[in-house]
């Protein structure tokens, strides 16, 4: 089936953009209803200019036992070693919500499990894992420690064996929601009667600048609702010191997006909008690459948050 990007539902866009075939591959949260109820798996779509696609093409389906039966979240695709892995999001009833590790012999699938569950701590409420190669080659995981169990929402990383099966070692902290002068405390009724405010941390996804420094994208809320924002790494490497950004680099109702490549090499930023169940959808811009950041082609910071 052929789709445009206004006809398919999705959150948490993924992009996979692969020069041999000429084409990309989009994964995202594709059930209906990703809050509740019996989930369906993972779907991915197929496009050779970022407008039309064609799916939904299934790219995971939990295998009977499998320990997770709903709110499958934020799956993601890395080459590594040859390999592909998904690096998704799953909980359920007496287990707490953490990042598992799937593998497929292709970008598209079928992914089954590879981690024995998830590779965040198993008594951290976890979420949005992404993972980071460092420049000597060891593989970290980068995740959130929900605002849920911590109130405000922190950034950690963990290092993963060579073959991605398990953490090694314990989690490190990098920084809390609340360090980014653009992050406001979450307003909604759920929340309002709890001792301390709560911040959120959602959608880490690291890339690295052609001069070197090393840059994170990441959500939270900011004063027009769901934002993305960026930090930077004063050192270089995945451990910090984490510099945030003053202002959010999106600011409207959308956000837990990555930064990507078109195939011919230009950047762009995908993220959902708007931030509502059932009406999120994929958009993309294009980005410009600076010497220590990137920014939105054509947008002034102004105009980011309108």
């Known amino acids: 089936m052929t789709l445009r990007l206004d006809q398919i539902q999705i959150r948490d866009p993924y992009v996979l953009t692969r020069p041999s075939s000429g084409d990309y591959l989009l994964f995202g949260s594709t059930d209906k209803n990703i809050w509740s109820g019996q989930a369906t798996g993972f779907d991915c779509y ?14 995971f389906r939990p295998q009977r036992g499998f320990w997770s039966q709903e709110q499958y979240w934020a799956p993601e695709v890395h080459e590594y070693r040859g390999r592909f892995y ?12 953490g990042t598992q590790i799937l593998a497929a012999d292709k970008p598209e699938g079928p992914y ?10 198993a ?17 970290w995981i980068v995740f959130c420690h929900e605002w849920k169990q911590v109130h405000d929402g922190a950034m950690m990383a963990q290092r993963l064996s060579p073959d991605l099966r398990s953490a090694v070692g314990v989690p490190v ?3 809390s929601a609340s360090e980014a002068p653009w992050s406001r405390a979450l307003d909604v009724p759920s929340v309002r009667d709890r001792e301390f405010p709560v911040y959120v941390t959602d959608g880490p996804f690291l890339f690295r600048l052609s001069s070197g420094k090393l840059l994170m994208l990441w959500s939270s809320f900011g004063d027009t609702g769901y934002a993305m924002g960026l930090a930077r790494s004063e050192s270089g490497t995945v451990l910090g010191p984490w510099t945030q950004e003053a202002e959010p680099l999106w600011g409207t109702d959308g956000g837990h997006g990555m930064i990507g490549r078109h195939l011919d090499g230009s950047l762009f930023l995908t993220l959902h909008q708007p931030n ?17 950041t990137v920014t939105l082609a054509g947008v002034l910071p102004a105009e980011r948050l309108t």
């Open 46 to 59: 197929r496009s050779s200019d970022l407008l039309t696609w064609e799916g939904p093409l299934e790219a």
């Open 173 to 175: 902290f990098l920084f």
């Open 123 to 139: 008594n951290w409420q976890c979420l949005d894992g992404t993972l980071h190669v460092d420049e000597g080659g060891t593989p």
């Open 276 to 292: 509502k169940t059932p009406y999120e959808r994929a958009t993309f811009f294009p980005l410009l690459e600076l010497e220590d």
């Open 112 to 121: 089954e499990p590879w981690s024995d569950g998830p590779v965040t701590p």
């Open 86 to 97: 998904m690096f998704a999001t799953f909980i359920a009833p007496g287990r707490l919500r």
